[in-house]
């Protein structure tokens, strides 16, 4: 590596020593930009990798709830404003008990790369807490968030930082926190959180947005290789909101996909998961939150608990990780190799660890990062943002339609970037190189206190 970015990557890891996933996700990014560092020595004059490691704002809070039992309940509340030079914060808030300052400093960073992709005027933030939805009332979970919003009310605002959805954070969550805001702030702020409901400010599309997005991205890659999704066999891990609308567009565009999971296990579907099936998982985990096993007894198909492996064993064309960070290991990415992968699309971030992605290069897989691939979702939610800022609202096939150009105008940007930079269609190098830029240059340009 080189001897600045070396020392930029050290500094940061003797500062958060414990912080192992951010430091994955530096390393990533800050190897990766090399060329450009090279190639415009102002990045370096100005200082811009040591100022754009190091959040701008890192809000950490207690959120006390009531439990169904009367018992007063503390978790962890987060909020990191990495970097605002190209617009408001923004990005989602995600509920798992895994939740620390290092995961969501990962995820902030990778956002801001992401949103600069996007085309749209958007910062990079994540936020979120150690609460887990799982098992919990409604009622717990309204207590939860409303008590969130109590403090995160005085961090946010249309034009400050936009939160939305993550892991454990949907459409149920957005309106109990959205209602806590209105309360608190008495202002019917529709701009200041996006994935709101349809009829209350939200955006048609948004739901779909990053599973729809994925697909689209992986489709304009198999493009460059004269091949089309039609016909292809698709695995998806996960079965959240991510790789529920991933698999619907799979199934809109006419790929097979075998298999879906969740964090205790995985359904393999030979003949393919269609729309009946799909319509019935939605029910199974937005309405009923039940678990992916129960698809195996309702259609009489295997299901492996993850202890004993992962659907990446699977022979398919098309692998979409859709659930979590590090879940493809460098065995796993190795085994759909040697299994005929032809791309791979993340719709989670980081799913896939350096070794993996290694082996995909190695092997000149198709490989999609997720700050490209699950793009989708924070464009649609800059979407929200503009039509809540015209008080007027966008059809279904107007917004998919933005969606799928702004989708293949990241994949010819990536694309595009990757060939400038001499590494044809290497989407990583393509992604961070471009997604860095446009944030470097604004930061140049807006003076040394941003
Ligand atoms: P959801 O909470 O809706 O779904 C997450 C899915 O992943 C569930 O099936 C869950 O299973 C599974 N999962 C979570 N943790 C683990 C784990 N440790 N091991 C195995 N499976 C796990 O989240 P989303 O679909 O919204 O998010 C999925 C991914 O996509 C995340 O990486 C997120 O950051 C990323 N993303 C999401 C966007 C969005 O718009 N929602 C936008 C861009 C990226 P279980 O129910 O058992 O926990």
């Given at each position: 590596m080189d001897k600045y970015i070396e020392s930029v990557y050290n500094r940061v890891v003797e500062k958060d020593p414990h912080q192992k996933i951010f430091h994955q996700a530096l390393i990533e990014v800050l190897e990766s930009l090399e060329p450009a560092i090279k190639k415009y020595p102002q990045y370096k004059e100005y200082a811009i990798l040591e100022r754009i490691t190091e959040p701008e704002r890192v809000i950490k809070f207690r959120v006390p709830w009531v439990d169904k039992d009367g018992k007063i309940q503390v978790n962890r509340g987060f909020r990191i404003q990495f970097n605002s030079a190209l617009g408001p914060y923004k990005g989602g808030l995600r509920f798992h008990p895994t939740v620390t300052e290092d995961i969501l400093k990962f995820l902030g960073f990778e956002q801001?790369?992401?949103?600069?992709?996007?085309?749209?005027?958007?910062?990079?933030?994540?936020?979120?807490?150690?609460?887990?939805?799982?098992?919990?009332?409604?009622?717990?979970?309204?207590?939860?968030?409303?008590?969130?919003?109590?403090?995160?009310?005085?961090?946010?605002?249309?034009?400050?930082?936009?939160?939305?959805?993550?892991?454990?954070?949907?459409?149920?969550?957005?309106?109990?926190?959205?209602g806590a805001y209105r309360?608190?702030?008495?202002?019917?702020?529709?701009?200041?959180?996006?994935?709101?409901?349809?009829?209350?400010?939200?955006?048609?599309?948004?739901?779909?947005?990053?599973?729809?997005?994925?697909?689209?991205?992986?489709?304009?890659?198999?493009?460059?290789?004269?091949?089309?999704?039609?016909?292809?066999?698709?695995?998806?891990?996960?079965?959240?909101?991510?790789?529920?609308?991933?698999?619907?567009?799979?199934?809109?565009?006419?790929?097979?996909?075998?298999?879906?999971?969740?964090?205790?296990?995985?359904?393999?579907?030979?003949?393919?998961?269609?729309?009946?099936?799909?319509?019935?998982?939605?029910?199974?985990?937005?309405?009923?939150?039940?678990?992916?096993?129960?698809y195996a007894d309702q259609f009489k198909v295997d299901?492996?608990?993850?202890?004993?492996?992962?659907?990446?064993?699977?022979?398919?064309?098309?692998?979409?990780?859709?659930?979590?960070?590090?879940?493809?290991?460098?065995?796993?990415?190795?085994?759909?190799?040697?299994?005929?992968?032809?791309?791979?699309?993340?719709?989670?971030?980081?799913?896939?660890?350096p070794e993996g992605i290694e082996i995909f290069l190695e092997n000149n897989i198709l490989f999609a990062p997720g700050k490209a691939a699950n793009a989708g979702g924070v464009s649609v939610s800059g979407l929200e943002m503009a039509q809540n800022s015209q008080r007027y609202f966008w059809t279904r096939e107007e917004v998919?339609?933005?969606?799928?150009?702004i989708m293949q105008a990241i994949h010819a940007n990536a694309y595009k970037t990757s060939e400038l930079f001499g590494k044809k269609g290497n989407y990583m190098v393509g992604a961070n190189i471009a997604g860095f830029l446009k944030v470097a240059d604004a930061m140049i340009a807006q003076g040394h206190r941003v």
């Open positions: 801001i790369f992401k949103n600069s992709l996007t085309t749209l005027p958007m910062g990079g933030g994540k936020g979120g807490s150690d609460f887990d939805p799982k098992g919990k009332t409604d009622a717990e979970v309204e207590s939860f968030c409303e008590s969130l919003m109590f403090e995160l009310y005085r961090h946010i605002g249309q034009f400050t930082d936009v939160p939305a959805g993550d892991i454990g954070v949907g459409g149920r969550e957005i309106g109990y926190l959205y309360k608190i702030s008495n202002y019917h702020g529709t701009g200041v959180l996006t994935g709101k409901g349809a009829g209350w400010g939200g955006s048609l599309i948004r739901p779909e947005a990053t599973g729809y997005g994925c697909v689209y991205f992986v489709n304009e890659m198999l493009k460059t290789r004269n091949e089309d999704i039609k016909g292809k066999v698709v695995v998806v891990s996960g079965s959240g909101n991510v790789a529920q609308y991933a698999v619907e567009k799979c199934i809109d565009l006419g790929a097979k996909v075998i298999a879906m999971s969740d964090s205790t296990g995985w359904i393999h579907d030979p003949a393919g998961i269609d729309r009946e099936k799909l319509a019935w998982i939605l029910e199974l985990k937005n309405e009923r939150r039940g678990r992916i096993r129960e299901y492996t608990v993850t202890a004993k492996g992962t659907p990446w064993s699977l022979k398919c064309d098309i692998a979409l990780p859709c659930a979590t960070q590090n879940e493809v290991d460098a065995k796993e990415a190795k085994m759909l190799v040697d299994n005929g992968v032809m791309a791979v699309g993340e719709g989670a971030n980081m799913p896939t660890v998919d339609a933005k969606l799928h150009q």
